[in-house]
């Protein structure tokens, strides 16, 4: 991808070192007041729609089908192929904990340092802004950085979980709010962007034994991630063949995976934890009992809502700004 301009370059940088500081950013949920009036607001309401149109966009569709891909997508996809490429050169170091291997310190912050170029990179390609937009380049930069950044993981607890998987959300949530991408670009965001996410953060946590973040008491479906679920099980509604109970079948598993994420995400979980699947996985395991992946979906968009969005050691570390905002009534 082409450098941005140097004028909004720098601004961007700028603007992404000083956002905390300038307000552009601000954690407000803190305890029990302020999570109940987020579980009220426009901006939760947003996101949980914005999953749901997500989920909605691969309804019936493999991986491998063809969908749009403007170039936009394939400067995303671009990008994570070059931050996986990073992790050979930045290889795990030898230390005795099991668990959080400091070299992934060096990989975050090498992620980090190129967001906020890349944020300016992506805005120079949005559809011209209808009148209304947001943010202005400079700050959509600032916060589509800083929900980037925290996607992939925590530098200084060296974890993962569904809340760094909240800002992924909310960062491609963000890039359509910026036309960045657009509504038909749905389909695509999920078949491949998300998906090219998948497996980077797959290979970061194998490689650098990244923390399961809710293992620290925050219940979740899986010890790092939802939405994978969601997305993949939407692909499978209407399926003539694979039914809930398959992802036992660890056949089909091998076969089917590359093209539906709930497999993929079943056979890694099978892959990287040892004994009975029921005893390791037991909400995925009672969910396989389910009849319909009509009902799947529904389920665990509730699940994600209540477990993820409703969750204070969760949503503690989402920050508010223009493109998600913060509109209280309280007397901050």
């Not at 063809?66 to 992790?87: K, N, Q, S, Y």
């Not at 389910?290 to 969760?314: A, C, F, N, T």
């Amino acid at each position: 991808m082409d450098a941005a301009p140097g004028l909004l370059l720098a601004e961007a940088r700028r603007a992404a070192a000083a956002a905390e500081n300038e307000g552009v950013l601000t954690k407000r949920i803190c305890d029990q007041r302020t999570l109940q009036h987020w579980k009220l607001s426009a901006s939760h309401a947003a996101l949980m729609q914005f999953a749901n149109d997500l989920a909605e966009a691969v309804v019936g569709r493999a991986v491998s089908d063809t969908c749009e891909e403007r170039p936009v997508i394939g400067a995303l996809l671009a990008e994570f192929d070059a931050m996986a490429a990073w992790i050979d050169e930045i290889p795990p170091i030898q230390q005795a904990m099991r668990y959080g291997n400091k070299a992934f310190k060096a990989w975050h912050a090498r992620m980090a340092e190129r967001a906020p170029a890349l944020m300016a990179e992506l805005l120079e390609q949005r559809a011209a802004p209808e009148s209304g937009a947001p943010a202005a380049p400079a700050d959509a930069a600032a916060e589509l950085a800083a929900y980037f950044a925290e996607a992939f993981g925590s530098p200084t607890r060296i974890d993962y979980g569904t809340g760094h998987e909240l800002q992924l959300l909310a960062w491609l949530r963000g890039l359509e709010l910026m036309q960045v991408l657009d509504p038909a670009d749905r389909p695509a965001v999920v078949l491949r962007v998300f998906e090219r996410y998948l497996a980077l953060m797959r290979r970061l946590q194998t490689t650098y034994c990244l923390e399961p973040a809710g293992s620290h008491g925050v219940w979740g479906l899986d010890d790092y991630q939802h939405l994978v679920f969601v997305f993949g099980a939407a692909q499978l509604v209407g399926h003539a063949r694979i039914q809930p109970s398959s992802i036992h079948d660890e056949e089909l598993l091998a076969e089917a995976g590359a093209d539906y994420l709930y497999l993929a995400a079943v056979a890694f979980i099978r892959k990287v934890k040892k004994g009975p699947f029921g005893e390791h996985s037991p909400y995925l395991n009672d969910i396989s009992a389910i009849d319909s992946w009509d009902k799947v979906v529904k389920g665990l968009l509730r699940m994600y809502e209540g477990e993820v969005l409703g969750k204070l050691p969760v949503v503690q570390h989402l920050r508010f700004g223009a493109l998600l905002p913060w509109a209280t009534p309280y007397n901050d």
